[in-house]
């Protein structure tokens, strides 16, 4: 499925900007002096740096993910309510992109939640990583059944 793989890679280096720009607003959110700097990889990775921050560090930690988490699981559940209204998309993209973004939404929810309470482990060991790249690959597997199995259902009523 090489359409959906390209969307989910899309999707994945489309979040991890919304996840740095995420720890950006709290970064200059009421400060005066703060100065942040980010990049982010083709692999979907990111990585960033607020420098003279005076706030709360695990809001900021946290903001990351919860922006890219909703950002991703509000598009998703919005295209799945509005799905008849998508004439724009093709058969394939139609589910892949709602999929994607409900896998990484997910992703970035999970890494929020370690940013913030297990924040050293999250980034001194690549176990954080492993973690958050099966919980992606294994939504992405769950979804993937499911839409089958609904396309198989639809196929059968279709021959009563
Ligand atoms: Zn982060």
Redesign the pocket.
Known sequence: MPVSLAILVVSGIGLAFV??I??GIVCNWGESNTYFEFAVSITGG?E?RCVGYTGNVDFY?AA??LLASTVALGIAFGMTATSKKQFWLSGNVKPALPIALICLGFGHLL??TL?TFAFDFYLGSQVAMYLIQTLIFSTLVIATIMLHRSRAKLVEHRHQ
Do not use: F, K, M, N
């Open positions: 996840h740095e995420g720890h990111g960033g930690r990351g993910g890494a929020a940013e």
